[in-house]
Structures are given as C-alpha cells and as structure tokens.
T-cell receptor, first 115, second 114 residues
Framework: GAVVSQHPSRVICKSGTSVKIECRSLDFQATTMFWYRQFPKQSLMLMATSNEGSKATYEQGVEKDKFLINHASLTLSTLTVTSAHPEDSSFYIC???????????FGQGTRLTVV | GESVGLHLPTLSVQEGDNSIINCAYS??????FIWYKQESGKGPQFIID?????DKRQGQRVTVLLNKTVKHLSLQIAATQPGDSAVYFC?????????????FGRGTSLIVHP
C-alpha cells in the first residue's frame, strides 16, 4: 500500500511555543490530506481537510488560527500548533487519500506533549 | 453527526476463537466503509473496505458485513491471534460531490488471550 510518513513521532515543547508536524506521502501524490486528533482511549476526531494549493477546511470547533495547516505540494502537508498549551497535548495523526472514495493511508502519528 | 469521541468498549477472546466487532453509523448517505486496526502509539492501519453496493466482503482471515437497512457494519476475524490485539475502528465516507472524508466510529479494543 501507499506510504504516509509523519514527523516527528514525538515532541515535547514548552508552553507558549509553536510546533510544526509534517505529513508526507512518499510514493503517491495526495491532493487531499486529513488531520486528526486523538485523545487516550478515544476515537480519531477530524480536525481539518487539507487541499493542495488552497486553504484548509476546518471542522466545527477547531481554531484555524491555533492549528495552522499548509499544503504547499502534492506530497507535503504541515500542521503547526501555535502558542501551544498543555491542553493541546495529544496524539495528532495525518492521512492521505489516493482519490475520491478510496482508502486513506495514515501516518504513524505524532505524540505532542506541552509542558 | 456521527458518534465519535466516546470511550472504547472492550472485547476479550481466547486465541483461536472467532471475533466479531460491530459498528453503527447514522448517516444514510455513507457509501464507503473501512475497518482500521490501531496498535498502541501508532496510526491506523487499513484492514478491509466495502462499498454500499455490497453486503459482504472477505479478506485474509477477515470478513466485513454491511447491513444498510439498520446502518450496521461488522468485522469478523477468524482464528484470532494474540497479534490481533489492538483497537479496531470503523470509518465511513461522508462528503459532498464524492469527496472522501474519513469519519471514524467509536472503536473497540480487542484483547486476545493466549
């Protein structure tokens, strides 16, 4: 199957700083990527849909100024958590789809801890 | 909206038994369904998918059943092995104009005892 690489896998940052998470499709071009957040023992919650060359579409309740998404190329989308606070600590996961109504491939996830 | 964000139910089975994991969805517009396996600290891994024009699809040791009448999806794992222990999520396609936006169901934690 297609490979999606997410980096870093773990990051610890100080409160008030910003953190960038990268999501790359390694062997295919992804016009659309998705960003999820997952709390312990809970399901994945869609945060936003990232479209190459255009603004991301955020789900209701997700602050777009807090979670900046950039999809500058067909193989890279980034999520920047700005002015991070301890409540932003979570597992962030990206995915990319090969096309309409096809399976999405997921990255390994990024464990963010804000101290 | 769909049911997400709830705490996970648990299914415990003995090695060698068959496992059945269930998922309900509420949006009748969903027409593409996927099962994912997620191990601790990792991203979801694709297991099997099914489209709404099918009722059943089989893979290696896994079978997915779709009942659109009652909006129910199930995953059957034959001869469950300890390596199958993980959290299993169903996901479904919801979107306008054919866009695929994977939305996840609640998930079930499968524990396989040797």
């Amino acid at each position: 199957g297609a490979v999606v690489s997410q980096h870093p896998s773990r990051v610890i940052c100080k409160s008030g700083t910003s953190v960038k998470i990268e999501c790359r499709s390694l062997d295919f071009q992804a016009t659309t990527m998705f960003w999820y957040r997952q709390f312990p023992k809970q399901s994945l919650m869609l945060m936003a849909t990232s479209n190459e060359g255009s603004k991301a579409t955020y789900e209701q309740g997700v602050e777009k100024d807090k979670f900046l998404i950039n999809h500058a190329s067909l193989t890279l989308s980034t999520l920047t958590v700005t002015s991070a606070h301890p409540e932003d600590s979570s597992f962030y996961i990206c995915s990319a789809s090969l096309g309409v109504n096809t399976e999405a491939f997921f990255g390994q996830g990024t464990r963010l801890t804000v101290v | 909206g769909e049911s997400v964000g709830l705490h996970l139910p648990t299914l415990s089975v003995q090695e060698g038994d068959n496992s059945i994991i269930n998922c309900a969805y509420s949006n009748s517009a969903s027409d593409y369904f996927i099962w994912y396996k997620q191990e601790s600290g990792k991203g979801p891994q694709f297991i099997i998918d099914i489209r709404s024009n099918m009722d059943k699809r089989q893979g290696q040791r896994v079978t997915v059943l779709l009942n659109k009448t009652v909006k129910h999806l199930s995953l059957q794992i034959a001869a469950t092995q300890p390596g199958d222990s993980a959290v299993y999520f169903c996901a479904f396609a919801i979107g306008a104009g054919g866009s695929y936006i994977p939305t996840f169901g609640r998930g079930t934690s499968l524990i396989v005892h040797p």
